[in-house]
């Protein structure tokens, strides 16, 4: 059995660390290939494109468990190191979902959860067995834990040559910004987010992980990259990816924009900061309805066929987007006088009719309702400790095939089985 870091846990300053494992004790273990499974399938359908490809995340919050629930949808097993009694601290983000943090279950299903003080001699031999067995380590602790822990890099690659490495961080491995700790609405802010995004009174965040999400996007795809590459070389590899480089190419237009367009970007609320007309506009009864353009066929169309005014084509203040935009607060109540006779559902109609983009504004609530998810039947129900709950399937559709979707697991649900078939004993 390949050794772990075997340093004292007080020569080990990770922060935070994944918990205590009641001691266990060593078997032995020969060195397995990579894609060798440690136990019993997880709940994958047959032919998943990453059926026997071993994870092991050693990871918490959103960033990593988002990149590596993605791979377990698509057939691998995902083994989640966690801190025994505590876990990954989004299990506590709050209780609105059966009683489980909503975080938590969306980001876990079809993963196996282990608890594991990877800082005890123990703890760091059951480590070192599973990822002589793993195709994929990822870790998104605080920069800096994964080498105090002998879990670096280097290190597990010179161990592992056919391991794909991914750390995720919020600023990446170097620079001024490496230690700095990082939270979501934190590189939000980093990002120039922020400042692009609300009224132009007040500056207002994304209303969800944007910036965890795009790393773990990144991570997920960088992934399958490398899985892709070792298929060719036979060698594994490493990556790092940045929660501000990943929301950074995300803002790489309001740059361009702002930067090389000689002004700032505004905050618009609801409305684009860019094109115009796109945003809400009041129909009959105040009900708002959300259209918007893309080209000027498309505004001649908008000006003959919705709003009856064909003198707006060659109004100089609108015959450009440039021009739309600059103008837009004189454009809008026209708009809008427009359309005050027309109740929403009919003007949908007639902008649909017409091939102009039209939304109606949903709460979450209504979305889960959304007659276009239920007429292509894209929920399905997923097991949790907490009871069942709804899922939608994987935006990426393959005909013949299903994401796996497997069940939430309970914190250190699959210990004992994974110790025991490591050939270690069960926990105590």
Known sequence: MTSAATSPAADIQASPEPGTLASAEPGTQARAEPGTQVGAASASAGGLPLDGITVIALEQAVAAPFATRQLADLGARVIKVERPGVGDFARDYDQAVHGQASYFVWLNRGKQSIELDVKSREGGAVMAALLARADVFVQNLVPGAAGRLGLGTETLRERHPKLITCSISGYGPDGPYARKKAYDLLVQCEAGLLSVTGTPDEPAKAGISVADIAAGMYAYSGILAALYERERTGRGTSLDVAMLDALGEWMSQPFYYSVYGGR????????????????????????????????????????????????????????????????????TPIIEEALAAIPAVSLTEALDEAGIANARLRTPEQFAAHPQLQARDRWRDVPTPGGPVRALLPPVSVPGREAAMGAVPSLGEHTDVILTELGFGAAR
Not at 287 to 309: H, S, T
Not at 315 to 328: G, L, M, Q, S
């Open 264 to 331: 700032p970007a505004r905050r618009t609320g609801a409305r684009h900061a860019s094109i115009s007309p796109y945003g809400p506009y009041a129909a009959a009864g105040g009900d708002q309805v959300f259209l918007g353009l893309q080209n000027e066929r498309e505004w001649v169309i908008l000006c003959e066929k919705i709003l009856n005014r064909p003198d707006l084509v060659s109004d100089e203040r609108f015959t450009t987007n440039t021009r739309r935009v600059e103008h837009d607060a004189e454009l």
